[in-house]
């Protein structure tokens, strides 16, 4: 892989479990590294956004608390506490190499409206223009489980389309992606590339399929790849627990798992509609929907949907689904599911246009 170019535009997500930090490396110390190796990027004229958690962790250590917390409440008061320490050390570690830093804080819902998403757009805009290093955080002092991200994961990959980024990189506590479970598996191998969505795929499946490794964090991860890499950004997951490894993968050399792009990324407007939006139900079609969806790029009529599984207003979203339970894609329905159970089965009734769906089954 060759150098990248001065516009590079990179996103860099930090894990909870590199945050806490250690007796030897204290939080402070793995900032202070990490501000260290961003800052000599921006000096090159990259553009970074940083995606962070650790909030609750320190709200914890700050609190005395020997365990996290399991009531959401106490999680979103230790969130409350922990934040500003959070940010407090970003500010200082970047202050001293010249560079200002912005708290932002997001939930779903803020990404889940068009104008609300687009608002946030804006705003992550005008701070890179000004040369600020964004610090994204779940708000988890507000964030109802609904409305919840539930891991940085994926709202760094949702970060990373929102600014157009060449590249997502997440830093975790493994040094590659592996072909199953390092601790349980002996055959288990380091995976270097990912080629397409469709290994990308194959590989969730192991992931999701149970035991340490699927529920070790590795899922989420490649949950983010599959949203990046679908918008034409390049994934990088790496070994942060070692300052070196990052400074090796953001020269360019080839560290941890690559996941490559698709060649053919989704537009803005569908990207949207793939990953930032909250299905409220699901629209069960059968073949003749499905071919009319996948073969000839049509809207849904009413006639196509045979279940309608949910509650859900006009323009909210809703999955389609094939007969067998696969999910084809996702859109917004222009009828509430009362509207559609009265009018399901009837010809020309337009339930979700073309223009607002986007098909998620490659």
């Known amino acids: 892989m060759t150098t990248p170019s001065h516009s590079m535009r990179r996103v860099i997500k930090v894990g909870t479990s590199l945050l806490r930090g250690s007796a030897e490396r204290p939080t402070a110390a793995v900032i202070a590294d990490l501000a260290a190796s961003l800052s000599r990027q921006r000096r090159q004229g990259e553009t970074i956004a940083l995606v962070t958690s650790g909030a609750v962790g320190l709200g914890c250590e700050a609190l005395g608390l020997g365990q996290r917390p399991s009531e959401v409440v106490a999680l979103q008061a230790a969130a409350a506490v922990g934040q500003g320490r959070l940010m407090a050390l970003y500010q200082d570690a970047f202050a001293v190499r010249g560079l200002a830093v912005a708290q932002v804080l997001l939930t779903r819902g803020d990404l889940a409206s068009r104008r609300r998403y687009q608002n946030a757009c804006r705003t992550l805009e005008q701070l890179l223009a000004w040369g600020v290093v964004p610090v994204v955080n779940e708000n988890d002092t507000l964030a109802t489980d609904e409305l919840r991200f539930g891991d940085n994961d994926t709202l760094s990959a949702l970060v990373a389309v929102a600014i157009g980024a ?19 598996d002996a055959e288990a191998r380091p995976i270097e590339e990912v080629a397409s969505l469709a290994e990308l795929d194959s590989l969730q499946s192991v992931a999701t399929g149970g035991g340490q490794w699927g529920t070790g964090g590795m899922t989420t991860k490649l949950t983010a790849a599959r949203i990046a890499t679908s918008s034409g950004i390049r994934v990088r997951l790496a070994d942060g627990r070692d300052p070196a490894v990052l400074d090796a993968l953001l020269a360019g050399e080839r560290v941890g798992t690559l996941f490559q792009p698709s060649p053919t990324p989704l537009p803005d407007r569908k990207g949207w509609l793939a990953h930032a939006l909250l299905p409220k139900g699901s629209l069960q079609l059968d073949a003749g929907a499905e071919r009319a969806l996948t073969q000839k790029g049509a809207s849904l009529l009413a006639v196509g949907v045979q279940a309608v599984i949910g509650d859900f207003e006009r323009r909210e979203a809703v999955r ?16 509430s599911s009362t509207e559609l159970r009265e009018l399901m089965g009837s010809s020309g009734v337009e339930v979700v246009h073309r223009d607002q769906l986007v098909l998620t089954s490659r």
Not at 168 to 181: H, K, M, N, P, R
Not at 320 to 335: C, F, K, P, Q
């Open 320 to 335: 389609l689904l094939a007969s067998d339970g696969r999910e084809l894609g996702r859109g917004l329905a222009s009828l």
């Open 166 to 184: 060449d590249e997502l990189v997440l830093l975790t506590d493994v040094d590659s992606l592996y072909s199953g479970d390092p601790r349980s």
